[in-house]
């Protein structure tokens, strides 16, 4: 069983739409990361959560510690934000991160 | 805004061949680790570094593959007799106390 999982694989949206990816856990964890990976290949990291909820511009991370179970939300999202979404899991400080298999976003205009 | 550096962007080596990937951790980080993402496939951990030795390693880290901080700002990933399987992108990351993981880049190699 896979440690982290990731809903949905693909996602194609409409320009302007909101848009919520979801990612579970199984491990107890210190950090979750969300980052985001461009055709390119390039990794950035877009947030790293051990409680509550983070945003940044029109990107909103939560996460529920109990239900093991984080969502990453695009608000009015635009087609630059096309990519591969990841959520990352991080078990204690200045562990590894295990990576989940990553959520394909597609904005059409 | 301080940045883990990557080099080469893009690695191009015949099967059987040593390579050298090469990465800049953020100045004041401690702890490093190497990751590698095959086409298609999730980021996989390789291995991670603190305090001038393996701290962790995954199954892939066979001994084929070596890690070393060789002047203090390098740290590098040395894959000793490239095969097929090896090409993907490579990933360095870098943190500190309370830090989130900073990733560079990434190296794509190519093994042919």
């Known amino acids: 069983k896979n440690e982290v999982e990731q809903s949905p694989q693909n996602l194609t949206a409409q320009e302007g739409e909101f848009i919520t990816i979801n990612c579970s856990y199984s491990?107890?964890?210190?950090?979750l990361h969300w980052l985001q990976q461009h055709p390119g290949g390039g990794i950035v990291s877009l947030f790293m959560?051990?409680?509550g909820k983070k945003k940044h511009g029109r990107l909103i991370a939560t996460i529920n510690i109990q239900e093991k179970h984080s969502s990453l939300h695009i608000t009015a999202s635009h087609p630059r934000d096309s990519a591969v979404y990841i959520c990352?899991?991080?078990?204690?400080?200045?562990?590894?991160?295990?990576f989940g298999p990553g959520t394909s976003l597609s904005v059409i205009p | 805004e301080p940045e883990v550096t990557q080099t080469p962007s893009h690695q191009v080596t015949q099967m059987g061949q040593e390579v050298i990937l090469r990465c800049v951790p953020i100045?004041?980080?401690?702890?490093f680790y190497w990751y590698r993402q095959i086409l298609g496939q999730k980021v996989e951990f390789l291995v991670s570094?603190?305090?001038?030795?393996?701290?962790?390693k995954s199954e892939i880290f066979d001994d084929q593959f070596s890690v070393e901080r060789p002047d203090g700002s390098n740290f590098t990933l040395k894959i000793r007799s490239t095969k097929l399987e090896d090409s993907a992108m490579y990933f360095c990351?870098?943190?500190?106390?309370?830090?989130?993981?900073?990733f560079g880049p990434g190296t794509r190699l190519t093994v042919l």
């Open positions: 990351a870098s943190t500190t106390t309370g830090s989130e993981q900073f």
């Open positions: 491990v107890g964890i210190s950090a």
């Open positions: 959560l051990s409680s």
């Open positions: 990352a899991a991080q078990k204690t400080s200045y562990d590894k991160v295990i």
């Open positions: 100045s004041n980080h401690l702890y």
């Open positions: 570094f603190y305090n001038n030795e393996i701290s962790e």
